[in-house]
């Protein structure tokens, strides 16, 4: 079905209708319909050409009059429906919308929404479907609709886009298996796209030249199975993006937990009733990496907006994880959270017996006596939370979810339990992308908070319910990840939305990862609203835990930087990437009421950093403070504070040594 075809050049007339552009070419004695959508800034585009001689729906991309995607082919295949006879234009719609949105969970408080479309209403055979294409300023979306027909109530059917290309450009992969283990968490590798593997994971950076970046990403993943990206067959240079099929038979590794399955080889991926409009697919554009990662909201603006009426409850925050599972740890995390501006303390596995039996039941309180030996009194730990203004998170692992949530959550509520994360869940095809969102559906009916771990990656379906506040995905610090792959996470798997990177501070592994500082910016760098800090740490007061299931645990300190922990937000108002170099150094501003925080995180090469301070308020006054890596400050972590003072003509040029990293706070005066 796939053809390599030449286009000449022979446009006898144009017109415009609307916001879209209508071209009729003759092309010997064939006659082609070109349909072309444009942002609202005129730079992006995307061009649909509909054949009346071919059998293939057939689109291009365009950024800045250049061709970064050149004539690909999307393919659908399905028992009830023939989508391989000749295609035909019924109609086309054109519209846009030019707003705002504002969210209390987001990178940016309010978010533009501008975007022109067009629905083009189409037979292909006998069989009917339209395409739904946005083109924004910050990229292209396009999905594909299957309206009720012929008597069909419900189809089985299977989707592979070509996207092809001009040349073999660079990418940035991950494939989503190794081993046969799902890797969302997986490293990342610089490639030409003639060289992907089987499943690459989304959003996927595409280096088209020095001043064009482009993602393929998805988006309004709700009930469908995941696509993944794998080299292309349709032209030289080609990358395909298909369904995930249905998981065979999983076994989970008792020791990492990781899933471990095959997945079923079959024609379908998802079965739908009729009518219902797939997922989005993505082309996010921008002129930087810095530009892609300011943009990301694209994505949640391709989901619904809000179901939840009321969320005053949901609340983001700074997260305390307690792995004694003891009463006195309970508590002494709790004064700590307390009294360092946090907001939650988080009750990790082992709490209702080991997370990877079958038959451990979360409705219990049941120790793992290789976690713990107790005592662990729930009732009196949540009791003591709420006294102290603090909100308690419980992990459940996927098997005592999929078994008991309709059960757990009223009981949950009973307990005073505020989030719960979602341990080793599935992810992939139909099936288990619905149960997901399924679930968190019914988190919010009793106002829970939701944690994906470990393979789910965002499509921004938090915007939808915002109780979903993060999810993991990601390469973090639980790998100990050294910064020049945080700063490639920064720039790939960030485009997607927040991550849950479970920030280390007095873990021995710190030293291989890069420095204090630089872990510091990293809950400015990696945006998260439920933000976990001192992973494998423990508060002062909790007794010694000795099981070596978690590495090496370090008792939390008082050393002054501490302080910016303690400051930090989770969500902010206004976010701008001041240098972005994958791989290499990232420094990101973000803007909370009146105050700035700035991270940076440098890669292997020592630099100087010069930071412009034009984003603040003309005629308006700052106090900050820096703190850097210094050997010679006499504590564990190596920290140094130096107080300053700021306005909108400031500049700072700080020596960053390799593997280095720093942090601003600054305060409106």
């Known amino acids: 079905m796939i053809k390599n075809r030449r286009y000449m050049n022979g446009l006898i007339r144009k017109w415009s209708v609307g916001i879209v552009f209508i071209s009729i070419l003759f092309i010997g004695c064939k006659t082609s319909e070109t349909i072309q959508l444009k942002s609202p800034d005129g730079l992006k585009s995307i061009t649909f050409l509909t054949d009346k001689e071919s059998k293939d729906i057939t689109f291009s991309v365009n950024y800045d009059n250049q061709n970064v995607i050149v004539p690909s082919v999307i393919e659908l295949f399905?028992?009830?429906?023939?989508?391989?006879?000749?295609?035909s234009v019924l109609k086309?719609?054109?519209?846009?919308?030019?707003?705002?949105?504002?969210?209390?969970?987001?990178?940016?408080s309010t978010i533009p929404n501008h975007y022109n479309q067009t629905k083009i209403y189409l037979k292909q055979g006998e069989a009917k479907l339209n395409i739904i294409a946005r083109a924004y300023n910050e990229g292209i979306a396009f999905a594909y609709e299957i309206p009720e027909q012929n008597g069909i109530s419900e189809i089985g059917l299977s989707e592979n886009i070509h996207y092809n290309f001009s040349e073999n450009y660079p990418v940035w992969s991950t494939p989503k298996r190794e081993k046969k283990v799902l890797t969302a968490q997986g490293k990342y590798r610089k490639i030409p796209l003639t060289e992907l593997e089987v499943g690459a994971e989304r959003p996927l950076l595409i280096e088209i030249s020095d001043s064009i970046k482009i993602a393929l990403a998805e988006a309004k993943?709700?009930?469908y199975a995941r696509l993944s990206f794998d080299k292309g067959t349709s032209s030289t240079y080609s990358i395909m993006s298909s369904l995930d099929g249905k998981m065979g038979e999983q076994k989970q590794d008792t020791i990492t937990g990781a899933i471990i399955s095959e997945r079923i080889e079959e024609s379908i991926k998802v079965h739908k009733k009729l009518p219902f409009q797939s997922p989005w697919r993505v082309v996010m554009m921008g002129n930087s990496?810095?530009?892609?990662?300011?943009?990301n909201y694209i994505i949640q603006n391709l989901n619904d907006p809000s179901e939840i009426e009321d969320e005053s409850w949901i609340t983001p925050g700074k997260v305390l994880r307690e792995g004694t599972l003891t009463t006195q740890g309970g508590f002494a995390a709790i004064d700590f959270v307390a009294s360092h501006n946090m907001q939650y303390v988080h009750f990790d596995a082992g709490w209702y017996g080991n997370e990877m039996y079958d038959e451990s039941d979360a409705t219990t309180v049941t120790l793992d006596p290789k976690r713990s030996k107790g005592p662990f009194d729930m009732e009196a730990i949540c009791k003591y939370a709420k006294e102290k203004g603090v909100k308690v998170m419980l992990y459940v692992n996927r098997r005592a979810l999929e078994k008991q949530l309709d059960d757990l959550l009223p009981l949950f509520?009973?307990?005073g339990i505020s989030g719960i994360k979602f341990g080793f869940v599935r992810v992939g095809d139909q099936d288990a992308t619905a149960w997901m969102h399924e679930a968190i559906k019914k988190a919010a009916k009793y106002e829970m908070v939701v944690d994906v771990h470990d393979e789910y990656r965002p499509t921004g379906f938090s915007r939808t319910y915002p109780n979903l506040l993060t999810q993991e995905g990601i390469r973090g610090d639980e790998e100990t990840?050294?910064?020049?792959?945080?700063?490639i996470t920064m720039f790939t798997r960030m485009l997607a939305g927040a991550a849950d990177n479970t920030v280390c501070y007095y873990n021995n592994r710190v030293k291989t990862m890069g420095s204090h500082a630089s872990q510091l910016a990293k809950t400015v760098c990696i945006f998260s609203p439920l933000q976990f800090l001192y992973w494998y740490d423990k508060a002062p007061a909790a007794p010694v835990k000795d099981d070596a299931l978690w590495g090496n645990t370090n008792t939390i300190g008082n050393e002054p930087e501490l302080e910016f922990f303690n400051n930090v937000p989770t969500t902010w108002d206004e976010t701008k990437v001041l240098q972005a170099e994958i791989g290499e150094i990232g420094v990101i501003a973000r803007r909370k009421g009146n105050d700035w925080f700035i991270g940076c995180i440098n890669g292997n090469t020592e630099r100087n950093v010069a930071i412009d301070f034009s984003f603040l308020n003309e005629n308006s006054n700052y106090k900050g403070k820096v703190y850097t890596d210094d050997e010679s400050v006499n504590t564990r972590t190596k920290v140094n504070?130096?107080?300053?003072?700021?306005?909108?003509n400031s500049k700072l040029n700080l020596n960053v040594k390799s593997n280095n990293g720093f942090v601003i706070h600054i305060e409106k005066i």
């Open 221 to 223: 993943l709700v009930d």
């Open 641 to 648: 504070i130096e107080e300053k003072e700021f306005n909108n």
């Open 413 to 415: 509520k009973e307990w």
């Open 289 to 295: 990496y810095g530009e892609l990662l300011e943009n």
């Open 92 to 108: 086309v719609e054109n519209s846009s919308e030019n707003d705002n949105w504002n969210s209390n969970f987001s990178e940016l």
């Open 481 to 487: 990840v050294p910064n020049d792959h945080t700063l």
């Open 78 to 87: 399905s028992n009830e429906l023939d989508f391989s006879g000749k295609l």
